[in-house]
């Protein structure tokens, strides 16, 4: 994408927006993470259906990755990604009343429903990478991504004082996030209006050039170019890190940590998450994709390392889980960005709903067989068998880059 003077103010515009949009939205995201297992376990007592809900959840953002894809090419990004948010508001008033009449299944149906929130709060970055264009798109990655720590990091700490909101309601104290999430949601899905307008005035936040929007949206949807290496290093990232994150919140309440101590914990993995992308993205223009691959795989071992070094000591798996969300931080970007530059324009949209659908089953098949392996072999067995898992995976991805792309990484 070239960018000239006259359009350097709608560029910086569309880029500000998107980035508000998604840093407002994020506040949802911690329901769904931490609210949605701990409810599970309280209403079965029985700490291995703990995965199920983010299992679910994972799989609908997966689903909803596919919708807001298709929703995008008719319409333009905005309107997708605000579809998203809004199919996430109706998802969270489901798990409302799923812990209000203590319906197991009301929840599971509710945190897929609410999962297409989630995609949207991810999606975002493919929309950053078209507008920050292959010289500069893992900086514009990192600054939506980076956005996403608002919410991320202040969803988690909200724990305590949402659950006293909804007492005051009458309501389960765990259902408190997911009314934050409401607000949240749709806040995001109006900030996402103004960008709509500025598409209809000639922007491409779109993806797709308005030669191609003339064309049958059928020709986005078919037959396309899809890199493998991306959608795989995508993929093992998100198992291993939402197998993790799926039991250790309930691994910590089970270690009598209280509510204060899991928010914080589950808040520094979050930072870790997202606020070191404005340097990671800038290392990935500068440095290339195979650089940032090999990072992200000796960030998940030395995770897996230390947690299972302390597995019940609260201050060794704040370590661990930092390290974690630093591993994942480095391994989406670089995924991110190979899957956005390996494809034509054309063909973006398809190949970014692949690459979340990828995440979403990688993550939804992960998060239940990780309440297993912490039944049957506790946690100490689940970190390193999810270090040895991006090990096996990333360290060929990189290596196969490194012989593909000698030079910093132009898309």
Not at 3 to 21: E, F, G, K, V, W
Not at 212 to 226: D, L
């Amino acid at each position: 994408m070239t960018i000239t003077t006259d359009s350097m103010p709608t560029t910086r515009t569309r880029l500000a927006l998107l980035t508000a949009a998604t840093a407002v939205g994020s506040i949802g995201l911690a329901a769904g993470g931490l609210a949605g297992p701990l409810l599970a376990v309280d209403l079965t007592g029985d700490p291995a259906t703990a995965g199920l809900p983010i299992g679910v959840h994972v799989a609908g953002s997966a689903v909803g990755a596919v919708l807001v894809s298709r929703v995008s090419a008719r319409a333009g990004r905005p309107a997708g990604l605000a579809l998203g948010y809004l199919l996430g508001v109706a998802g969270a008033v489901i798990v409302v009343a799923a812990a209000a009449w203590a319906g197991l299944g009301l929840l599971l149906a509710g945190s897929a429903v609410f999962g297409v929130g989630n995609a949207s709060v991810f999606l975002a970055r493919y929309a950053a990478a078209e507008t920050g264009g292959p010289a500069t798109r893992g900086r514009a990655l990192g600054i939506v991504l980076f956005a996403v720590a608002a919410g991320a990091v202040a969803g988690p700490n909200l724990l305590a004082a949402s659950g006293r909101l909804a007492s005051a309601l009458g309501l389960p104290d765990l259902t408190g996030l997911y009314l934050i999430s409401v607000v949240a949601f749709l806040a995001a899905a109006a900030l996402l209006a103004p960008l709509t307008l500025i598409l209809e005035k000639g922007g491409h936040l779109s993806g797709i050039s308005p030669s191609i929007r003339r064309t049958s949206p059928r020709s986005t949807w078919g037959r396309a170019v899809v890199p493998w290496r991306a959608v795989a290093l995508l993929a093992v990232t998100n198992l291993v890190m939402v197998g993790v994150m799926a039991v250790a919140p309930v691994h910590l309440v089970g270690h009598g940590h209280g509510p204060a101590v899991v928010g914080g914990i589950v808040s520094v993995h979050a930072l870790c998450m997202f606020v070191p992308s404005i340097v990671s993205g800038r290392l990935l223009d500068r440095a290339g994709p195979a650089i940032v691959t090999t990072a992200a795989a000796l960030l998940l071992v030395a995770s897996g390392v230390v947690g299972a070094a302390g597995a019940d000591d609260g201050l060794t798996l704040l370590v661990s889980l930092g390290l974690l969300g630093l591993g994942w931080n480095a391994g989406v970007l670089a995924g991110s960005a190979l899957l956005t530059a390996g494809v034509p324009r054309r063909d973006r949209l398809r190949a970014e709903g692949l690459g979340e659908v990828a995440m979403g089953l990688a993550a939804g098949g992960g998060a239940p067989v990780a309440g297993l392996v912490v039944a049957s072999g506790g946690f100490t067995a689940l970190v390193i068998g999810a270090a040895i898992v991006m090990l096996v995976v990333a360290i060929p991805v990189a290596v196969t880059l490194g012989e593909r792309f000698g030079e910093p990484f132009q898309g």
